[in-house]
């Protein structure tokens, strides 16, 4: 289906307060232009380079989102430009990320990325290091990022019960996080496979890329 027509129809899936992140990673600029013309705004890459290239030639009232893993050495190319990065995972990321956006003179907003899947090969905090990040000094004392909220991806499975529960167990985390932070609203979970599930324990982004753009080829 084109691109446009699988919007659509996501779009009449999920409820209006739902933020749709489209994820455009390996996608031409074509395939985002014809997104934009339906009025998509927001698109998720999850590698810097292919980011800040989109960025360059695309309209710039897009906002764009970094949701991969994220090396510090390349926060400083986007820190101008990016509108949320989601998988903030360290605090020694978070500290580049405060440095780049201060250079800047701008606050960055970001998602501290929870590991929530059974899978080794998922980045993210576990509920220790998540407490540690935020009652360290450093945290505290970091003035131009602003933690919007949490991230996190259940485990690549059949298996509804079991992505369930991880949600589930995000969504305990997010809760607690926000009585800490009052800014804290964003909670990003839920991609093509998992999205209405994802809606139904308490997600309130989306982060969706093959059923928007069909498969990628890498
Ligand atoms: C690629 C990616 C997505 C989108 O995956 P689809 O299954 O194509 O919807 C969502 N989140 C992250 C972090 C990704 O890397």
């Not at 409820?15 to 997104?35: C, F, G, Q, R």
């Not at 529960?165 to 932070?181: A, D, H, I, Y």
């Amino acid at each position: 289906m084109p691109i446009k027509d699988n919007l659509q129809s996501i779009r009449s899936q999920i409820p209006t307060n739902i933020t749709l992140v489209a994820v455009s990673k390996t996608k031409p600029n074509e395939d985002i232009m014809e997104a934009y013309e339906t009025g998509q705004r927001i698109f998720g890459e999850n590698k810097v380079q292919e980011m800040v290239e989109k960025w360059e030639t695309l309209p710039k009232d897009i906002e764009w989102h970094m949701i991969g893993h994220l090396q510090r050495n390349k926060v400083k190319y986007m820190a101008d430009f990016v509108s949320l990065i989601h998988g903030v995972d360290s605090l020694r990321l978070l500290k580049e990320i405060d440095k780049r956006a201060k250079a800047c003179d701008r606050v960055i907003n970001c998602l501290l990325q929870m590991h929530i899947a059974e899978e080794d090969t998922k980045f993210g905090l576990d509920q220790d290091e998540l407490n540690h990040l935020l009652n360290s000094e450093a945290f505290k004392s970091m003035e131009n990022i602003c933690i919007k909220g949490l991230m996190g991806m259940a485990t690549f499975t059949d298996n509804e019960v079991q992505i369930k529960r991880e949600f589930q167990s995000l969504k305990k985390t997010f809760n607690e996080v926000k009585q800490l932070l009052p800014e804290c609203d964003i909670l990003s979970m839920g991609m093509s496979g998992d999205y209405m599930l994802a809606i139904e324990e308490g997600s309130t982004m989306v982060r969706i890329g093959s059923s928007i753009f069909g498969s990628r080829n890498y």
